[in-house]
T-cell receptor, first 111, second 114 residues
Framework: GQQLNQSPQSMFIQEGEDVSMNCTSS?????WLWYKQDPGEGPVLLIA?????ELTSNGRLTAQFGITRKDSFLNISASIPSDVGIYFC???????????FGTGTRLKVLA | SAVISQKPSRDICQRGTSLTIQCQVD?????MFWYRQQPGQSLTLIAT?????????ESGFVIDKFPISRPNLTFSTLTVSNMSPEDSSIYLC???????????FGEGSRLTVL
């Protein structure tokens, strides 16, 4: 099935560094979602975005809905060891009941 | 948000057998979604289950292999039939909460087929 492209695929960073990742699509969405998945668990919703250009924060996490509606960005500031995991984006168009997921960004934090 | 419970959380199954995964939600929801996550991969939608009607399957997934029940607005089951090692995956139940577009997941059911 269709998937969104996430970049980078994986990254190692030092504790305390900021992290940026993005998600791109050839299709337009009217909702972007960002999830974190820890090993052995289901994805947990971090941030939901509903409007082009919207910037939303959740603690040290900030996400943006791209102005073209075809991309989204997630930033993590001052990373800590518990930020380790896989981050997925998902695009959604209301009324379609279709959520398209990204390929994932695997984050590893070095203490 | 929604609280979603799945059973079993994990199981080891023999080739050729079938296993039913249960999903219970703490509130009434119209649509429930079943996803598969193969090892190291992203999430792939298997089917969408609407209470009182047949589930809608995505390309590559068929009812004979993945029968789904949706008897009421808080519960659904997914059966993985005639399993083979290629069916070893995490199976995830999810719901959209209150027409927000926000999708919430259960903790997943990790199946290993020997």
């Amino acid at each position: 099935g269709q998937q969104l492209n996430q970049s980078p695929q994986s990254m190692f960073i030092q504790e305390g560094e900021d992290v940026s990742m993005n998600c791109t699509s050839s299709s337009i969405f009217n909702t972007w979602l960002w999830y974190k998945q820890d090993p052995g668990e289901g994805p947990v919703l971090l941030i939901a975005l509903y409007k082009a250009g919207e910037l939303t924060s959740n603690g040290r996490l900030t996400a943006q809905f791209g102005i073209t509606r075809k991309d989204s960005f997630l930033n993590i500031s001052a990373s800590i060891p518990s930020d380790v995991g896989i981050y997925f984006c998902a695009g959604y168009t209301s009324g379609t009941y279709k959520y398209i997921f990204g390929t994932g960004t695997r984050l590893k934090v070095l203490a | 948000s929604a609280v979603i419970s799945q059973k079993p959380s994990r199981d080891i199954c023999q080739r050729g057998t079938s296993l039913t995964i249960q999903c219970q939600v703490d509130s009434q929801v119209t649509m429930m979604f079943w996803y598969r996550q193969q090892p190291g991969q992203s999430l792939t939608l298997i089917a969408t289950a609407n209470q009182g009607s047949e589930a809608t399957y995505e390309s590559g997934f068929v009812i004979d292999k993945f029968p789904i029940s949706r008897p009421n607005l808080t519960f659904s089951t997914l059966t993985v039939s005639n399993m083979s090692p290629e069916d070893s995956s995490i199976y995830l139940c999810s719901v959209e909460a209150g027409n927000t577009g926000e999708l919430f997941f259960g903790e997943g059911s990790r199946l290993t087929v020997l």
